[in-house]
């Protein structure tokens, strides 16, 4: 997908959600990967004006885990290493 399509699908985002997946992290959220970041700039902007209740996202291997960042919480459900190998479970949410 071309990035400004990629950009116009963030856009599009409804307003009204309480659970967003994206393939991508927000900038700066559990993006962390060899020395760099890997999120989305566009993103994170639009999620912190949604405010969803979860966003869960993967990508970036090395940055598994759950952070609570006003009111949201921020999911990297990356299961595999970077060898693709399977090494982390997967975590149960609970509303």
């Known amino acids: 997908m071309a990035t400004g399509q990629y950009d116009k699908n963030i856009r599009e985002i409804p307003y009204d959600i309480d659970v967003l997946i994206t393939h991508q992290p927000p900038l700066g959220i559990?993006?962390?990967?060899?020395?760099i970041h890997c999120g989305n700039l566009n993103l994170l902007q639009q999620v912190t004006t949604i405010k969803p209740r979860f966003h869960i996202f993967g990508h970036t291997h090395r940055?598994?885990?759950?952070?609570?960042?006003?009111?949201?919480?921020?999911?990297?459900s990356a299961l595999i290493d970077d060898s693709h190998?399977?090494?982390?479970?997967?975590?149960?949410?609970?509303?």
């Open 30 to 35: 559990r993006d962390y990967a060899e020395n």
């Open 63 to 76: 940055a598994y885990g759950i952070e609570n960042i006003d009111q949201t919480f921020y999911i990297n």
């Open 85 to 95: 190998e399977l090494t982390k479970k997967p975590q149960l949410l609970s509303f």
